[in-house]
């Protein structure tokens, strides 16, 4: 299956911008997802369909698609935005792909 | 609110099947508009998809599972269920069973809902 490749780790002070890039074939030729994952928690949508956030998520979290890259924003990042972050999409053989994972830390 | 909660044993014998069930709370496994999906993740590892089903029998795998993995459902119990045959210590992670919204007409998908997870352990 087609890899989506993510950033092992980013790093982020309290009240600035992080961002979490996703790169994938002909990944803007698909709708992105992003997941946000806490230790002992089950995933949580923080971004769909690109940049679409759910009722209840943060407007600070905010999504972008450029050619093969997504890219999940996180404006005047919080203490609690610290986890894993994932990206999802589908290839031609396989109709759920998972980014390999970017934990965020908040320092 | 849909509610999911995986069950099964925590414990797998290695060569032996895995078997777990997710019971569906609050919605129908009967909708129109979602798959039914498994999803495990390894300790200090990514997630990994397993596969899914739709209420009319469809299924789809991960091609790396080699056909060891197989979903069924329920409807009359409002349960799928999943079992993986062969298992070794590379099968030792949490699963989840987890809700798939999937709009065929504008190809809008995302994970809507999700079990706690449960630990299934392979050893002997």
């Known amino acids: 299956s087609d890899e989506l490749t993510q950033p092992p780790s980013v790093s982020v002070s309290p009240g600035q911008t992080a961002s979490i890039t996703c790169s994938g074939d002909?990944?803007?030729?698909?709708?992105v997802c992003w997941y946000q994952k806490k230790a002992g928690q089950s995933p949580v949508v923080v971004i769909y369909q690109d940049n679409k956030r759910p009722s209840g998520v943060p407007e600070r979290f905010s999504g972008s698609v450029s050619a093969d890259t997504a890219t999940l924003i996180i404006s005047g990042t919080q203490a609690v935005d610290e986890a894993d972050y994932y990206c999802q999409a589908w290839d031609t053989f396989t109709p759920v792909v998972f980014g390999g994972g970017t934990k965020l830390t908040v320092l | 609110q849909v509610h999911l909660q995986e069950s099964g044993p925590g414990l797998v014998k290695p060569s032996q099947t895995l078997s777990l069930t997710c019971t569906v709370s609050g919605g129908s496994i009967t909708s129109s508009t979602h798959y039914w999906s498994w999803v495990r993740q390894p300790a200090g590892k990514g997630l990994e998809w397993i596969g899914r089903i739709y209420i009319s029998g469809l299924t789809n795998y991960n091609p790396s599972l080699r056909g060891r993995v197989t979903i069924s459902l329920d409807s009359s119990k409002n349960q799928f269920s999943l079992t993986l045959d062969s298992v070794t210590a590379s099968d030792t992670a949490v699963y989840y069973c987890?809700?798939?919204?999937?709009?065929?007409?504008?190809?809008?998908?995302?994970?809507?809902?999700w079990g706690q997870g449960t630990l299934v352990t392979v050893s002997s």
């Open positions: 987890a809700s798939y919204y999937y709009d065929d007409t504008s190809g809008l998908y995302y994970f809507d809902y």
């Open positions: 002909k990944l803007g030729d698909k709708y």
